[in-house]
């Protein structure tokens, strides 16, 4: 019941430390604060607060996820003017509130995909700009000078001064040090080598030490993807034997092993079969058969079971 849970909730993995955590948080805090002074100056305090919750939810992608892709500063600072001209241009236009608004925010995304500014808090600042009430659009288009460029340059700066003591999340993302090898080059080569598996991507997770805004499952197909291994990772058919154990490697749900029951050899290919027997992982307790030849272009590698735990077999 609980892992059904986890796979419904879809629980994110636990790997950022403490510190980590407690700097994000404050960092939205200074952050979020400063935008606050600005915008009731300009918009007062019922209209700041239609226009700062999108600068909070450039707060999370900029403290909590400084590496991100779309946390980068021309994502910040096109995402939200452009989609604020928008916005302002779509109350002005269309007559009808919720269609300008509808447009706004629907607009302002294709927009930015086109200008590679994508910042999903853009969306949010378009619709501000529709629904923001009298305050906000007495404005007209110096919304987008005031408060909207003023709040995204605070942000920008807090972000970029307050990231700066720690030497693992500089922002933006090139000020970010490369970390020095200290394995010699010999053991790189023989790294290099070897497939990357789940505990791989947990402990340089750990390394990092900041959220990364993609899936372990993703990171593995993106790997299994250009290193050609998904489209030709055919086992030896030779090496195919009763009563040995053999899994697919896939990341996620789909991984699986299968032990090879029973074989019927045959010279020729059609009826050279193995029956096999699920014992891991998706489709447990099943049984199957398929040629050899199928059975290896199924299975990755050769495993073993050594104290309730798959390892790949040398």
Not at 78 to 93: D, E
Not at 102 to 120: E, N
Not at 156 to 181: C, D, I, Q, S, T
Not at 219 to 230: F, K, W
Request: aromatic content about 8%; hydrophobic content about 45%.
């Amino acid at each position: 019941m609980l892992t059904l849970l986890q796979r419904l909730l879809d629980f994110i993995s636990g790997t950022v430390s403490h510190t980590e955590r407690l700097v994000s948080a404050a960092g939205g805090c200074v952050s979020i604060y400063a935008i606050l002074a600005i915008s009731s100056h300009y918009l007062g305090s019922e209209g700041s607060l239609l226009i700062v919750p999108s600068m909070g939810a450039s707060a999370v992608l900029l403290f909590a996820v400084p590496h991100g892709a779309l946390s980068q500063p021309w994502n910040v600072f096109g995402g939200h003017l452009v989609s604020a001209v928008i916005g302002v241009s779509c109350f002005q236009l269309v007559p009808d509130l919720f269609v300008a608004a509808a447009l706004a925010v629907g607009v302002s995304i294709g927009v930015m995909y086109y200008l590679r500014c994508i910042h999903p808090p853009g969306g949010a600042t378009a619709l501000a700009a529709v629904i923001g009430g009298e305050s906000t659009h007495a404005l007209g288009y110096h919304f987008v000078a005031t408060p909207i460029l003023e709040n995204v340059l605070v942000i920008l700066l807090v972000a970029l001064l307050f990231n700066l003591p720690f030497g693992w999340r500089r922002y933006p993302v090139w000020l970010v040090r490369e970390r020095e090898h200290t394995q010699p080059a010999a053991d790189d080569s023989v790294h290099a080598s070897r497939p990357i598996e789940h505990a791989d991507l947990v402990t340089a997770l750990a390394e990092i030490d900041s959220y990364i805004d993609v899936s372990e499952e993703d990171l593995l197909r993106i790997y299994d993807i250009a290193t050609g291994q998904a489209r030709a990772r055919s086992f030896p058919v030779e090496q195919i034997v009763l009563g040995h154990y053999y899994s697919n490697g896939d990341p996620g749900e789909e991984w699986a092993v299968r032990q090879v029951v029973d074989a019927a050899a045959s010279t020729t290919a059609e009826r050279d079969q193995v029956v096999y027997q699920v014992v891991a992982g998706h489709g447990l307790r099943s049984t199957g058969v398929s040629t050899r030849r199928e059975f290896a272009r199924w299975a990755k590698y050769e495993v073993l079971n050594e104290s309730g735990s798959w390892k790949r077999a040398e």
